[in-house]
């Protein structure tokens, strides 16, 4: 569920005359995602997407956020574009939250998705680390190696109550991950979240990317094992070779990886598995009863975690010199 924060009509009609979208025609909130409040809105000009910032968002990050949206779509990467209010601001105030509106980007996030479909999430997560080139502010990644620590000091007691030993496990991991953490690979900007409800399609063609509320500066090639954490796991557990090979040959056709990316890829999708692993458990640990959140279980990701141990090279992920495509 993704709507915590109610709207009025009549406060949600004061707050588009600020913007040139017309009358407002209807609006429902959207039950996904679960950092902000979401609605769909359509107007006598067209469908668009209002957001309401809540408590987890810093409102010192917004306009990086947002000025990421500009920028990507400047440079031609599909995705939501903030509107700017007619005195110029992107943002404005509804029901006491940071609120903007956001284009509405047509498509469809894929529950099931296959091969073809790793391959364009691949391209596109290439395409959107070289369009973020040149953006002017930058913002830490608070969920990278210097994040973990702290997170799991809040949950390590606890830890063992999803499966005994887990504290053990994710100590010495913890351990392992700081000492060999790189620091000398190449750096931009990455989207940090980019689960399939994070990427639209429109039949077998990839219509956007959505949802750059955990973008930040890291290692692009940490993003990249995060889409294979993310893409490339079927239900059962079992790592899928051909949709790992077609991601990346997707993201190489491209953006070639460096041979310094190759070598990581394995420790990098262990560090991104395990920073998915600490965020569920903290919040399986502490979301209370009958919250409106669905918890996500954990161990999905400490399963994950386990298989990346057992990986010598980025060729057991599937990764094959890719040509660049026509």
């Known amino acids: 569920m993704a709507v915590y924060t109610d709207i009025s009509e009549d406060d949600l009609k004061r707050f588009l005359a600020a913007y040139e979208v017309g009358e407002l025609t209807s609006y429902k909130g959207i039950a996904e995602g679960v950092e902000n409040s979401n609605f769909l809105l ?17 409102p010192g990050d917004l306009p990086f956020f947002l000025g990421l949206m500009q920028h990507l779509a ?37 529950r099931k998705p296959e091969a073809a479909h ?84 429109l039949g077998e063609n990839l219509s956007g990317l959505i949802d750059f509320y955990f973008a930040c500066n890291d290692l692009l090639a940490y993003d990249v094992s995060i889409c294979l954490n993310a893409w490339c796991f079927e239900k059962d557990g079992a790592f899928n070779m051909t949709k790992g090979m077609a991601l990346l040959s997707g993201y190489q056709s491209v953006r070639p990886l460096t041979a310094g990316e190759i070598a990581a890829l394995p420790l990098l999708a262990r560090g991104s598995a395990l920073r998915f692993f600490l965020t569920r458990l903290y919040d399986w640990l502490t979301t209370p009863a009958g919250a409106l959140v669905v918890k996500k279980d954990p161990l999905e990701y400490l399963r994950k975690l386990q298989f990346h141990r057992s990986v010598n090279t980025a060729l057991e992920y599937g990764l094959t010199i890719s040509e660049p495509d026509a």
């Open 42 to 58: 359509h107007t006598t000009t067209g469908a668009f997407i209002l957001t309401l910032y809540e408590k987890r968002v810093d």
């Open 74 to 110: 400047d440079r031609g990467l599909n995705c939501p574009l903030p509107l700017a209010r007619t005195d110029g601001a992107l943002l404005g105030t509804l029901s006491g939250r940071p609120a903007a509106m956001i284009t509405f980007l047509e498509g469809m996030w894929l």
């Open 118 to 201: 790793c391959r364009e999430v691949g391209r596109a997560l290439a395409e959107m680390h070289v369009a973020g080139e040149g953006f002017a502010l930058s913002r830490e990644n608070a969920l990278s190696v210097s994040g973990w620590r702290p997170l799991w000091d809040k949950a390590k007691d606890r830890a063992d109550e999803v499966q005994p030993g887990v504290a053990a496990e994710i100590a010495a991991e913890l351990d392992h991950l700081e000492a060999n953490w790189p620091s000398d690979l190449p750096a931009g900007v990455i989207h940090a979240d980019l689960f399939p409800d994070n990427v639209f399609f």
